[in-house]
Nanobody, 121 residues
Framework: QLQLVESGGGLVQPGGSLRLSCAAS????????IGWFRQAPGKEREGVSC????????NYANSVKGRFTISRDNAKNTVYLQMNSLKPEDTAVYYC??????????????WGQGTQVTVSS
């Protein structure tokens, strides 16, 4: 059974940091491009970042450029999203998704269940 599990969310003060993890089970991530998405209450889901299978190609939404960093450790079958300088507007449920493609893609086949990130003082 193919499964993605996100972890690392929580409550953090503005300006703080969190690192999200996306772990795969039932398949190996090294053949999959991975995307991170988020959805805030009352808003549409938006793409945050994505990474190619090798990790050599990454993309970021303008709203997170310079603050978030995506990375992957294929040996650990895990992709990470390091989030620094967090703002209240980063509050959302964060999801990771996988697609059997080398590079970032608009559509993803497999999705995790999400992890809540709340940025508040």
């Amino acid at each position: 059974q193919l499964q993605l599990v996100e972890s690392g969310g929580g409550l953090v003060q503005p300006g703080g940091s969190l690192r999200l993890s996306c772990a795969a089970s039932g398949f190996t991530l090294d053949s999959y491009a991975i995307g991170w998405f988020r959805q805030a209450p009352g808003k549409e889901r938006e793409g945050v970042s994505c990474i190619s299978t090798s990790g050599g190609s990454t993309n970021y939404a303008n709203s997170v450029k310079g603050r978030f960093t995506i990375s992957r450790d294929n040996a650990k079958n895990t992709v990470y999203l390091q989030m620094n300088s967090l703002k209240p507007e980063d509050t959302a449920v964060y999801y990771c998704a996988a697609d059997e493609a080398r590079f970032c893609t608009p559509e993803y086949d497999y999705w995790g269940q999400g992890t809540q990130v709340t940025v508040s003082s």
